[in-house]
């Protein structure tokens, strides 16, 4: 999920460094020398894919070249994105710390962070220079150029991030700069000084930098993309002594994915879903059938969110999607404030394992699990959960009365909102059944989807605007950017992990758990609980899961429904108060206080805990339609 709602941007402090007029001037062509070939980029990426799929599919005339054009304009899209999200605040972080430190340490926290930003991006700039003259040498097969055009994004972003965050120190006071490279200069100096002793005690060195730093550092609210970058390099600068350059490759070739490529086109359809009246339309055809019901738009709710989930690549869209159209109506009709947060956060739990899920599409791609496989189990799952929350709805509203009754509405009236939903209502069922049923590629789907997206809206829903457009292809940049950095730099440290030997350690050690396959399935859903609330479901599945599924296979323990297990905990433990960083999300969209959900949503995991053991002990929820 992405969590940049969550985010504060490094604020400008009284008395501090004058932000001079260059400095003004130099941030704003870096937001421009970002964000607009970004978009650039992503429109062509869009139109490239479609006239594969066109000669495809229409012609039977495959365009070879296609594949890797829009790879190379990937890679640049995902470094670009990450700047652009560093410039927005969009980056993927804890704020918690931050948020209940006073002003002077907030300040401070925010120089800490800014310095190891630019110290972990320019840690990795030579080794990004190293992997673009490695890879000059190499020629792409069909389009006949160097591979260094796809290198050269490495060193570019690198250099940008470095200077965005050297740039947001000008927005800080003197002593809070150098407070911030009193304490980085001395953590630094204490890590140096205890290699001896680390190397001493073996892999238990894991714990100080994959633990201890990584944990700190997350803490402090750096983004965790960062804090991946520097807990890998520092390992494996002061350990095994391997150069830097093995984490650009490792993230040239993650993020070079032919599979990857259908996440910044999902969450374009997602953002058109939303802006272009789709998902309204979704959301007044189920009010029109449950409206009259005692807490019916709290099924409305969980249905719109079943149906919306999982295209838009973030559970905080796919909340905001939903939410405006309902939120206020159910405040009308009396409903407490924090029971609609509470339903609003748990009903997007489940919503990574609904295909299209770029949480499935992630995990697939980091683990060798078939995509289609991942999509088709991930329906019966949803479903469970689902249930779960409709049966807590309905013995939760039976004692509670609404303050304004709702009459049934009419046959004609029902007939009217289904006719104007059908177009909308066909899309999710169209994506998903051409992906499990292997019509299409994921990446295929979603650019005929966004198309399909784009003509509905203008023509059917007429919403379409440009300056709409603008918005949904830079803020796509930035969750791309935000997501890929992510990923690439897990598949480092995942890398790392592997090389240490503490992956076949951890293999041997969960498979000795007692109880067998269930004592290590309870240890996976406890773990990823945990994970998932501390430090976010995307990291912890993509640095852990790959590490877990040699155990679970050992157990006997099919790989789609051990995926489905650890996805639906990392979901618990986002939503779960108070360290899940979704559940803030969910509140901020939905305009409650925390503290005003913080009691009514345990019931509503409780649900889900349940549905997650069901789901658990019956393999055949997740396996059946494979």
């Known amino acids: 999920m992405s969590v940049g709602e969550a985010n504060e941007a490094t604020r400008a402090v ?123 040498f190499i020629q792409m097969v069909t389009l006949g150029i160097s591979e260094g055009f796809r290198a050269s994004a490495f060193l570019v972003g690198f250099v940008m991030l470095a200077a965005i965050a050297v740039l947001r120190l000008g927005h800080c006071r003197w002593r809070d700069i150098s407070f911030a490279l009193a304490v980085v200069a001395v953590a630094g100096l204490c890590l140096y000084l205890a290699r001896p002793w680390m190397m001493s005690i073996g892999n238990l060195n894991l714990l100080i930098f994959f633990v201890l730093l990584l944990g700190a550092l997350i803490a402090i609210g750096l983004p965790i993309a960062f804090t991946f970058i520097i807990c890998t390099s520092s390992y494996l600068v002061l350990i095994p002594k391997i150069p830097l350059v093995i984490v650009v490759t490792r993230m040239g070739e993650g993020m070079s994915s032919m599979v990857l490529l259908a996440i910044p086109l999902f969450i374009v359809l997602g953002l058109l879903i939303e802006v272009m009246g789709l998902a309204r339309a979704l959301v007044n055809f189920m009010a029109a059938l449950l409206g009259h019901v005692r807490g019916g738009l709290s099924y409305v709710l969980l249905g719109a969110m079943f149906l919306v989930s999982g295209i838009a690549g973030s559970k905080a869209a796919d909340m905001a999607a939903v939410a405006p159209g309902l939120i206020p109506e159910m405040k009308r009709r009396g409903a407490h404030q924090g029971e609609l947060a509470a339903q609003l956060s748990a009903s997007a739990v489940m919503t990574e394992t609904i295909p299209p899920s770029l949480v499935l599409i992630m995990l697939g791609s980091s683990t060798g699990i078939s995509i289609g496989a991942l999509f088709a189990g991930g329906l019966l799952p949803a479903v469970v959960c689902t249930l779960a929350l409709v049966i807590t709805v309905y013995f939760r509203m039976r004692s509670q009365s609404e303050s304004v009754s709702v009459a049934r509405a009419s046959g004609a009236e029902i007939r009217r909102t289904f006719v104007v939903a059908l177009p909308a209502l066909a899309l999710p069922f169209i994506i998903r059944s051409a992906v499990v049923e292997g019509v299409a590629t994921a990446t295929e789907v979603s650019t005929l989807g966004v198309i399909y997206a784009l003509v509905v809206g203008a023509l059917v829903y007429r919403n379409f605007s440009v300056s709409q457009l603008v918005g949904i292809l830079r803020s796509t940049v930035a969750l791309t950017g935000a997501v890929l950095l992510i990923l690439g730099v897990a598949i480092s440290m995942a890398w790392a992990l592997t090389q240490s030997g503490f992956a076949k350690q951890l293999v041997v050690a969960m498979s000795s758990i007692p109880g067998g396959a269930w004592g290590f399935i309870i240890a996976s859903i406890l773990g990823f609980i945990v994970l998932g609330s501390v430090l976010e479901g995307l990291p912890a599945i993509l640095v852990f899961g790959p590490l877990l599924f040699p155990a679970a296979r050992a157990m006997g323990i099919h790989d789609v429904h051990y995926a489905m297990i650890i996805i639906i905990a990392m979901g618990i433990g986002l939503f779960a108060p108070p360290l899940g960083i979704g559940y803030y999300a969910a509140c901020g969209i939905a305009r409650v206080p925390p503290n005003e959900a913080m009691v009514r949503i345990w019931p509503y995991l409780g649900a889900l805990a349940l549905a997650l053991l069901l789901i658990a002990a019956v393999p055949w929820f997740s396996i059946a339609l494979l």
């Open 14 to 136: 009284s008395g501090g460094i004058a932000t001079a007029r260059w400095v003004e001037v130099i941030e704003r062509t870096l937001r421009w020398g970002t964000e607009i070939p970004g978009a650039i980029l992503l429109v062509a990426e869009i139109a490239i894919i479609a006239s594969g799929v066109v000669a495809r599919y229409v012609f039977h005339s495959p365009l070879f070249w296609v594949d890797e054009a829009a790879a190379v304009m990937f890679v640049w899209i995902s470094m670009l994105g990450a700047v652009v999200a560093l410039q927005r605040g969009e980056h993927m972080r804890l704020t918690l710390v931050l948020d209940s430190c006073s002003r002077r340490w907030r300040d401070r926290l925010n120089a800490v962070n800014a310095v190891l930003i630019a110290g972990a991006a320019l840690l990795l700039v030579p080794s990004a220079f190293e992997h673009l003259e490695n890879e000059s």
